[in-house]
């Protein structure tokens, strides 16, 4: 694989940004070797500098569930900025965002828009306190909500105490209201809420995990959630930035038949453009700002172009639904995958959720960080590594979730399982 002319560019990025990349995910630090600078995608493909064609499977880590460089999408977006591109006044076209994602989402009666998943959480968590008129917000060990300084949180030293900064540059101020308990454990769950009950404002988690790889909560887990949320008067948080129309048109929230408080939303609703969102029950979300005395605004919030792709991608996701393909689709990957490592006697977790999957190299199943952070990185880097050299483009580290698009079709799915059975084999042989 030549990739002379995508290390001549990092060279040159790192001399001008830091680490040579905007976002840090990008920078294959968990699997070494230096980031493939890309210079076009179509479909379910990516083309970097040199010329490799790559099949995507982290359709830019999740927004791309049509895949790169859809026609509906770019012709939406050409027709739109005709028209300029920011007013800083409102337009209709929000509002018709807006019913759409009111229509889908169960939790969701008044929506907000934002420009990143992280402003949307920032402020589902402002209105959360805001309304209760409390400080506490409890957040899961290996779940992530965007660089928000009270959510970059570890765990402290035992479960149900206050978190500690994972970031210079977060203080201990900042995250002193912030709790971190361990994701599906029921138990620490109860009793965060049995020491701390009346000052808790909310809890946020992603209601199906993909920021440790795919772990999927249990239905004990949801209740316990839902059930202690709502006697304690605290307001539930699903973080959907991720699966928000991704796992179904109206999300995970969807798929569980559990209801929130409140969403977050991004990542796909943005159709490749930057756009976040929060909304929640009316009588939550007017108290936003002017309808209430919450403070969020945004200079580029509604951005005509974002609400565009936005629209062109959550109608087609509504009006041509492709989640059953889509799952189809994944069961094949997984199936494939599963027996391929098999084949190869490599002990691996397939986690899936529709068209969001991990294979852990782990032992045993993953249900949170304490079990996610067994896995075998190492192999991951070489899984990652053989893959490329296949032309099959992974998320960069054994913690991310891979994604692909309506345009992942048999053939594409079919090549990445050969590709899989080869460099498993390949790891297997060399340990
Ligand atoms: C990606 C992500 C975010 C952050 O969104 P940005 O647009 O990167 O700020 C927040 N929450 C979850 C669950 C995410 O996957």
Redesign the pocket.
């Known amino acids: 694989m030549k990739l002379s002319k995508s290390e001549a560019a990092y060279q040159r990025a790192c001399e001008l940004i830091p680490g040579g990349v905007n976002s840090p995910a990008r920078a294959f630090g968990a699997v070494g070797g230096t980031p493939i600078f890309m210079d076009r995608g179509k479909g379910p493909y990516l083309y970097d500098l040199d010329g490799n064609q790559y099949l995507d499977y982290i359709g830019s ?2 927004p791309l569930i049509w895949g790169h460089a859809h026609p509906e999408i770019l012709a939406a977006l050409e027709e739109t900025m005709k028209r300029g591109t920011s007013f800083g006044a409102p337009t209709e076209r929000e509002s018709v965002l807006a019913e759409l994602v009111i229509d889908a989402v169960p939790s969701v009666e008044r929506v907000r828009f934002v420009n ?4 949307a ?1 920032m402020s589902a968590i402002r209105v959360a306190r805001g309304v209760t008129k409390r400080d506490l917000i409890i957040k899961f060990a290996g779940n ?3 660089h928000v300084d009270s959510l970059l949180v570890a765990a402290g030293s035992a479960a149900a105490t206050l978190g500690v900064p994972n970031s210079p540059g977060v203080t201990e101020g900042t995250t002193k209201d912030t709790l971190v308990l361990e994701y599906n454990d029921v138990e620490g769950l109860q009793s965060a809420f049995d020491l701390h009950g009346d000052r808790i404002a909310g809890v946020i988690l ?1 209601p199906i995990c ?2 440790m790889g795919v772990v999927v909560p249990s239905s004990p887990f949801l209740q316990a959630l839902r059930g202690l949320t709502t006697d304690h008067g605290a307001i539930l948080i699903f ?1 959907e ?2 699966t928000g129309f991704r796992v179904a048109l109206g999300g995970a929230q969807e798929v569980f038949g559990v209801t929130p408080d409140m969403t ?1 939303l ?2 796909i609703i943005g159709g490749g453009l930057p756009v ?1 969102a929060y909304g929640g029950k009316a009588e939550i979300m007017d108290q936003v700002m002017p309808a209430g005395p919450v403070f969020q605004a945004g200079t580029l919030s509604g951005n005509p172009l974002a609400v565009a792709a936005g629209y062109a991608s959550l109608k087609k996701l509504r009006d041509e639904p492709p989640y059953e393909q889509l799952d189809q689709m994944g069961d094949r990957l997984a199936k494939g995958f599963h027996q391929a490592a098999k084949d190869a006697g490599l002990k691996t977790q397939i986690q899936r959720v529709g068209s969001m999957m991990t294979l852990f190299f782990n032992e045993e199943p993953v249900t949170g960080w304490a079990t996610a952070s067994k896995s075998d990185t190492e192999k991951f880097s070489k899984f990652f590594w053989g893959m490329m050299e296949r032309g099959v483009y992974l998320p960069c580290s054994q913690y991310e979730a891979l994604f692909f698009s309506a345009l992942h079709k048999e053939p594409e799915i079919d090549q990445t399982i050969d590709a899989a059975r080869e460099t498993l084999a390949e790891i297997a042989k060399s340990k």
């Open positions: 880590w999740g990143s998943g992280t402003e959480t992530y909500h965007g992603e993909g920021n973080d930035v991720m977050t991004g990542k976040g």
